[in-house]
């Protein structure tokens, strides 16, 4: 069977068999590794992308359940990839030195030690993106909630949260 | 060193060790902070991007899969490993002990510990390797591993450390006179302590890649914390020359301990298919194969007896501590010695007692995670103290007042605490960070006046630990760790160190620490990848050495380049190593370790300086018990951590964040439940760890108390924090419901037999066993015998 995906922003079209697993479909059938499989059945949050806006867990789902819909990864977080709203953002010399093509969320990620070693951040950017995208109010709990779907193993969360807190506070000053 | 790093102890009116605390209002929005002035994760942007490769991202082209066909009995002998004849085996690689080159050893401490499990041998655990198969597809592995039988022949097994009679290792301490110190006292305690397994969970499993050489060698790929460590495996069970071994770490998604032994096993397997197909193969491990196989956290039963005088000063302790290593030797006997130094707790009592012993079961070896033996034996003495407080109507933080380690003193292995001593500072800052008598007090009063009406109960409790810098005892010395330094042809400078990032920051402080010492900046300094062809070795990445041995080899190293390239061109060395390296062309100084003045160890005597250094810690836990069903929620953390010196505050905090979380989970969810000597939880459905709604608030304070004998001072900081969480989260259950839980985790089913006063659920980290084997136990008095 033949698959129409949007990804990030871009069209594309994939022939695999239609129960083969999103992720598996990202990873190597279009090369996209950066979400990651940590244990292949829904319970740690690594492989989240977004599925028209809203958190999955691509490994478990189905490619032939997301014909035709609009699928973001980790890739297309950066302030030069294609299909992302966020275009600007409070800036820091020494991480736009460090990268000039992160994101918002990835810049705060960067700035506040929120990612150590990296496995779980591409899955938590994604879930954080959503609740930026959301509109709902930054409180410390919210965010906790959103990402309770993602296992960090390193951090302890107080660096997410405040990652994702620090986006949300810049985003709010930007629209005011 | 860095602009960040502040003279000395931070002051308590001053928590601008970090910026300004996450703003949180109940209700409203909650602003974020951004780190100022410390540079940025070197690898940070290629982590957020997606950009960066772990094992299971690399590609190489017409590689095949690797499978591992494991033991399904605790302990039997291997008769035969049979191959289904109707199965079309010519598509299949097929791997098992005959085909081993070189020695069947996985290579460590103990040569006991087999790569494959021969035809003949003895299956001395769940999920030990027997046989590798490799494939060009999954579909057909698949179908291959279905296709192997191993014919065994069942032998009694040992499950229970208590009834086990192969001894791993044991380590007897004594300071003063223990017996004519519990007979002076006024009061003796007495308690039991059990702690059992803890998966480190790393969210990327265990991964290796390994691919054939030219020169007949191999070259792996993987997730590791200790690449040489493969490297010495791959050249004994292969039989290779150093230069036909090689490893490199790929991106590593976090170690804990998880990933320093393990590899080495993983590596042999892949390199043996690659050797045998002549092709690339990837021994990826899903989350079951990695939970079921790879090693945990020792399960521990520790005993106190414990003299105290009525005015709190501890007089006596005599220590039994018990440490189950599984199956084979591993790291166990170097674990079982940090546990036993670190046993009493960090106090100074004049007449100790510690026997520590290590013994076999037929249970998945055991191995380091995070603390290394320390978590379990201090949780038993923080326990303890904390009872012993409480039998002479004194409040936790005054008995810890009274017995703390100060300047002078004696440890029980008679090292003389010279310097960098901030058990009382670490004490002091927590609890005033915390409020703590001020918030006990209120405990105690909301406790009094509880009503069966009352649907929760809130609690605070108080921990205290040390921590061994480094390695114990000689161990550093006779490791014989280098380092290099490189000043390219073309003006770079390279830090080469087979040191290893897996989150805690090696990238980012290594090159930081040399950029101070140059006085360049930090974007001016590389790090070479941790690549065996290209490196020296370092050592291993464990035992938080990275900052303090790594970190103070490394400004050795880069002082000599530095007087190196002025005497050569007569300026700093930030204005002229690049007209040097034009002139002169590269420039590398290694540097080897060189151990520290006036420490030794002697390891016949089990006596001497165990540490260098010693890294001090205290948390302060709040909790929520439901009295319903039992739960426990942590509400908040303080957390005050001696590290020496702080490097990198962002990082540095993120490491006693992690750690604490780890700790939490350790003292409340994480248990692994085994029948017959397998892991019944080993998949993350059932293996739980905490979510960002389980963690508590964290709050960190650092404090910088420096080891001396390093320019930098830094004493390390990972694995600190996992001291200190359990025992503080146990004695804040213990303030909320008046019950004291011995046992690790305090589960709701632990925690409501403690307050209906009956009978605990089984121990934490025993296996139970099948109704034959019983019997059969019954039958023959010493299952032991026939090793």
């Known amino acids: 069977m033949t698959y129409r995906l949007t990804i990030n922003g871009a069209s594309t079209e994939v022939a695999v068999p239609g129960m083969r697993r999103l992720l598996d479909v990202l990873r190597e059938d279009l090369g996209l590794t950066g979400a990651k499989e940590g244990c292949g059945e829904g319970e740690c949050g690594a492989c989240t992308v977004l599925l028209d806006g809203a958190v999955a867990v691509s490994c478990l789902v189905p490619v032939c359940q997301v014909d035709g819909c609009d699928i973001r990864t980790v890739e297309g977080l950066g302030r030069g990839a294609t299909g992302t709203g966020a275009t600007t953002g409070a800036t820091d010399a020494a991480t736009d030195a460090a990268d000039p093509q992160l994101g918002p969320l990835q810049r705060a990620f960067l700035e506040t030690g929120g990612a150590q070693c990296g496995i779980c951040t591409p899955g938590m950017l994604m879930a954080g993106e959503a609740f930026l995208a959301s509109g709902a109010e930054p409180t410390e709990q919210a965010i906790r909630e959103a990402i309770a779907g993602n296992l960090c193993r390193c951090t302890g969360y107080t660096k997410i949260v405040e990652a994702i807190a620090l986006a949300a506070a810049r985003q709010t000053e930007l629209g005011a | 060193m860095t602009t960040d790093t502040r003279p000395g102890a931070v002051p308590a009116d001053q928590p601008a060790a970090a910026p300004a605390p996450l703003i949180v209002t109940p209700d409203g929005p909650t602003r974020g902070r951004a780190m100022s002035g410390a540079p940025p994760r070197r690898e940070g942007p290629a982590k957020l991007t997606g950009a960066a490769l772990y094992t299971d991202d690399l590609v190489f082209p017409g590689a095949w899969y690797g499978t591992t066909i494991r033991s399904t009995e605790p302990r039997a002998r291997l008769l035969a490993i049979e191959l289904d004849p109707a199965f079309d085996w010519s598509k299949v690689a097929v791997v098992t002990a005959a085909d081993i080159p070189g020695d069947n050893v996985v290579a460590s401490i103990a040569a006991d510990q087999p790569i494959l499990v021969p035809v003949g041998g003895e299956i001395r655990h769940q999920a030990e390797p027997v046989a590798l198969l490799a494939a060009a597809d999954r579909e057909t592995l698949r179908q291959a591993r279905s296709r192997v039988r191993l014919r065994t022949e069942a032998l009694l097994p040992v499950f229970d450390p208590l009834a086990s009679t192969l001894e791993f290792a044991h380590y007897d301490l004594a300071k003063g006179d223990v017996e004519a110190g519990l007979a002076g006292a006024d009061l003796i305690v007495e308690g039991t302590y059990r702690v059992g397994h803890q998966e480190q969970l790393y969210i990327e499993n265990n991964a290796m890649i390994a691919v054939p050489r030219p020169d007949g060698g191999v070259a792996v790929h993987g997730s590791l914390q200790c690449p040489y460590y493969v490297h010495k495996a791959l050249r004994r069970g292969l039989a290779i020359d150093a230069d036909q071994a090689q490893v490199i770490q790929a991106e590593t998604g976090g170690g804990f301990g998880g990933k320093e032994e393990y590899p080495s096993m993983i590596g042999l397997h892949a390199a043996l298919l690659a050797l045998r197909t002549g092709k690339p193969v990837r021994m990826i491990y899903d989350r079951h194969e990695d939970l079921a196989a790879t090693t945990k956290r020792h399960p521990a039963i520790v005993t106190h007896r ?453 009978a605990p659920p089984d121990p934490p980290g025993i296996s139970t066993a099948s109704t034959a084997w019983v019997a059969d136990a019954t039958a023959d008095a010493d299952p032991g015998a026939e090793r």
């Open chain 2, 306 to 758: 414990t003299g105290v005088m009525n005015d709190g000063r501890v007089v006596a302790q005599d220590i039994d501590l018990l440490m189950d290593g599984g199956a084979y030797t591993t790291l166990t006997p170097v674990v079982l010695s940090r546990a036993t130094i670190h046993a009493g707790g960090p106090y100074d009592i004049p007449n100790v007692r510690i026997r520590g012993r290590a013994v076999m079961t037929n249970t998945p070896p055991n191995g380091a995670f995070r603390g290394f033996g320390a978590p379990q034996s201090e949780f038993a003495a923080e326990t303890q103290l904390n009872r012993v407080a409480e039998a002479v109507g004194m409040s936790p933080l005054e008995i810890r007042r009274r017995n703390v380690y100060r300047l002078g003193g004696i440890t029980p292995t008679q090292q003389v605490l010279r310097g960098g001593v901030a058990g009382a500072e670490v004490l002091e800052r927590a609890a005033e960070a915390s409020e703590f008598e001020r918030v006990r007090s209120r405990t105690a009063g909301a406790r009094s006046g509880r009503t069966s009406r009352d649907r929760t109960a809130r609690g605070i409790g108080l921990a205290l630990a040390w921590h061994g810098a480094g390695f114990t005892g000689s161990g550093e010395a006779k490791m014989g760790s280098v380092v290099s330094l490189e000043l390219s042809a073309d003006g770079g400078v390279r830090i080469l160190t087979a040191s290893t990032e897996m989150g805690q920051g090696t990238k980012t402080i290594l090159p930081q620490i040399v950029a101070a010492e140059l006085g360049l900046p930090f974007e001016a300094v590389e790090i070479a990848p941790q690549d065996t062809a290209l490196v020296p070795d370092s050592g291993p990445t464990v035992a938080s050495r990275t900052a303090m041995v790594v970190g103070g080899m490394l400004i050795g190293a880069a002082r000599r380049l530095r007087d190196e390239v002025e005497g050569r061109t007569g300026r700093p060395f930030a204005e002229s190593y690049r007209d040097d390296a034009r002139s002169h062309g590269s420039t590398r100084i290694d540097q080897a370790f060189e151990p520290y003045p006036g420490v030794g160890f002697d390891d016949a005597t089990y006596t001497g300086d165990a540490y260098p250094a010693y890294g001090w810690a205290a948390a302060v836990a709040e909790v929520e018990v439901d009295l319903d069903t039992a739960e426990v929620a942590v509400i908040s953390v303080v957390a005050v951590d001696d590290v020496g010196r702080v490097i990198h505050p962002v990082l540095c905090e993120g490491q006693v964040e992690g750690g604490t979380l780890q700790a939490i989970g350790y003292a409340t969810i994480e248990e692994i439940k085994l029948h017959d000597g397998r892991y019944l939880n080993d998949r993350l459905q059932t293996y739980l760890i905490p979510t960002a709604l389980d963690a508590p608030r964290i709050e960190t304070i650092l404090v910088e108390s420096p080891f001396k004998d390093v320019p930098h001072g830094a004493k390390g900081v990972g694995e600190l924090p996992m001291d200190v969480g359990a025992p503080a989260v146990i004695a804040a259950i213990h303030d909320a419901t008046g019950a004291w839980i011995p046992d690790l985790p305090a589960t709701p089913e632990r925690i409501m037999a403690a307050l209906a006063g009956i």
